[in-house]
Structure formats: structure tokens, C-alpha cells
């Protein structure tokens, strides 16, 4: 059963302080790596991909992969109460739309 | 751009009734199509995918079934719906294997 693992928190952290989000998944085959932001009652919307092992840095988000401990994880510098979300850690185990989530991680930003 | 849209966005239906989703997608030929469905307190659950018309593969067995009429549409139906079927369903397209989400349809059975 390939799986992918995830605190599902809520983590809580002051503004402008650093979230970290961690992910851990099953399948050593997996090649690339993907979190979505979901507000609630929307929809999930991808804010990074990650696909080679190491540091990946999008403005304030960095996604970190560690493929051979199968763990990514995702940091949110200077963390604004916007942020407040569910971030869902997705894998793709075969280069198509077809991945694997994460129950998600409930992130609360408090002013 | 790519535009996915999905409707209706919400609908309440009595158990028993059927049930269809209609999603499209724009500014793409041949997209990669997906149902995903997110239940209460669980994760996204992959129900079919299209690679292209008239080609759908289930990935869980259920109550529900998928249809793709048109290049850019994709359709989910059920001919009775069960409380179980209750969720937000999400309409994906995947370029090449980034997932992009339509708005969602959430569905309450009664």
C-alpha cells in the first residue's frame, strides 16, 4: 500500500515566525513531489514541486527532499495569517496526474 | 492559459437519485482527466482517470461511474446515490504530471 504520511496538526505559529510542514511516503520509486495550499472549502492549489533531491525556494515557501530517508517537507518564512491553511504533501509515483495525498496538515498563523 | 471548470458547485440530492457532474477544461488539447474525491476528515481518493475520449479507467470500485464525451469534458454520474457518496468532488487536469484542480462540487446526500 504505498502512503503517504502526514501530521494533521493544526500546527500553530506567530506571525512572521517560520512554519516547517513535514511529509514522509512509502514508495522509494516515487520521482517527483508536490504541495498543495487548501483553504477552507476551496479547492487545493499547487504552490510547489519538488523533483531532485535538496532544496527547492519559491519566495517565501522552500520545499526540501530527502529521498533517501522518503521524507519532503515544506518551510513558510515569515509566516502572515494568510497562510492559515491545510497544506496537502502529494507523490507522484509514475509521471502522471494520478498522486498520492496526504491527509494534509492544518496550519494556524496567529497575528 | 489552462482554465478547468466544474459545476454545479454545490447540490443537495436525496439518496437514491442520480447524479451528475460536468467539468471542462480550456486553453488545452487532450488533456490528461481527472475525478478525485475528498470525503470528511480524509485525503484526496483518485476515482477515474481519461487520457482521452471514450477512455476512462476506474480506480476504485463504487457506486459512481465517469464519462469523457468531448475532448475537454469530463462527466461523473451515479444512477443512485448512497449517503456514502457525500464529498467534495474535484474535476484535475495533469500537465505532464503536475495536477491542476477545477473549483469543486460539493455534494451533500440526504
Known amino acids: 500500500q504505498k502512503e503517504v504520511e502526514q501530521n494533521s496538526g493544526p500546527l500553530s505559529v506567530p506571525e512572521g515566525a517560520i512554519a516547517s510542514l513535514n511529509c514522509t511516503y512509502s514508495?522509494?520509486?516515487?520521482?517527483?513531489f508536490f504541495w498543495y495550499r487548501q483553504y477552507s472549502g476551496k479547492s487545493p492549489e499547487l504552490i510547489m514541486s519538488i523533483y531532485s533531491n535538496g532544496d527547492k525556494e519559491d519566495g517565501r515557501f522552500t520545499a526540501q527532499l530527502n529521498k533517501a530517508s522518503q521524507y519532503v517537507s515544506l518551510l513558510i518564512r515569515d509566516s502572515q495569517p494568510s497562510d492559515s491553511a491545510t497544506y496537502l504533501c502529494a507523490v507522484n509515483p509514475s509521471n502522471t496526474g494520478k498522486l498520492i495525498f496526504g491527509q494534509g496538515t492544518t496550519l494556524q498563523v496567529k497575528p | 492559459s489552462q482554465t478547468i471548470h466544474q459545476w454545479p458547485a454545490t447540490l443537495v440530492q436525496p439518496v437514491g437519485s442520480p447524479l451528475s457532474l460536468e467539468c471542462t477544461v480550456e486553453?488545452?488539447?487532450?488533456?490528461?482527466l481527472y475525478w478525485y474525491r475528498q470525503a470528511a476528515g480524509r485525503g484526496l481518493q483518485l476515482l477515474f482517470y481519461s487520457v482521452g475520449i471514450g477512455q476512462i479507467s476506474s480506480e476504485v470500485p463504487q457506486n459512481l461511474s465517469a464519462s469523457r464525451p468531448q475532448d475537454r469534458q469530463f462527466i461523473l454520474s451515479s444512477k443512485k446515490l448512497l449517503l456514502s457518496d457525500s464529498g467534495f468532488y474535484l474535476c484535475a487536469w495533469s500537465f505532464p504530471g503536475e495536477l491542476f484542480f477545477g473549483e469543486g462540487s460539493r455534494l451533500t446526500v440526504l
Open positions: 514508495d522509494r520509486v516515487s520521482q517527483s
Open positions: 486553453g488545452t488539447s487532450n488533456p490528461n
